[in-house]
Nanobody, 129 residues
Framework: QVQLVESGGGSVQAGGSLTLSCVASELPSTYSMAWFRQPPGKEREGVAGIDTEGSTLYADSVKGRFTVSHDIAENVLYLQMNSLKPSDTAMYYC????????????????????????WGQGTQVTVSS
């Protein structure tokens, strides 16, 4: 069964940077992965995603500041976060969508929580003013 474990969260001043990682196990050869976040008192929202072919998708709120990437051989997903704002404070989760040949790539799949089958436990990011 697919398992995902996030790490790299912490506290940082506004304008600072953090890099999150997510180690995945038992993924198939083709998949999409994404980062979601849940601010206090709000619903979970999509942040950024990537598929095995290298296509990426970003929420407008993080475009130009965050970069998603992965190491396919090691099954590790990364999220490089720069120019952090207090509004980025949230629990960050990684998620996976195993794909077959007929499954859409990340630009079509989108960043809806319901589209992803497997989830990590999350890592907290706190950005202070």
């Amino acid at each position: 069964q697919v398992q995902l474990v996030e790490s790299g969260g912490g506290s940082v001043q506004a304008g600072g940077s953090l890099t999150l990682s997510c180690v995945a196990s038992e993924l198939p050869s083709t998949y999409s992965m994404a980062w979601f976040r849940q601010p206090p008192g709000k619903e979970r929202e999509g942040v950024a995603g990537i598929d095995t072919e290298g296509s990426t998708l970003y929420a407008d709120s993080v475009k130009g500041r965050f970069t998603v990437s992965h190491d396919i051989a090691e099954n590790v997903l990364y999220l490089q976060m720069n120019s952090l704002k207090p509004s980025d404070t949230a629990m960050y989760y990684c998620a996976a969508h195993p794909r077959g040949w007929e499954s859409p790539r990340i630009p079509v799949l989108g960043l809806r929580s319901a589209a992803f089958d497997y989830w990590g436990q999350g890592t907290q990011v706190t950005v202070s003013s």
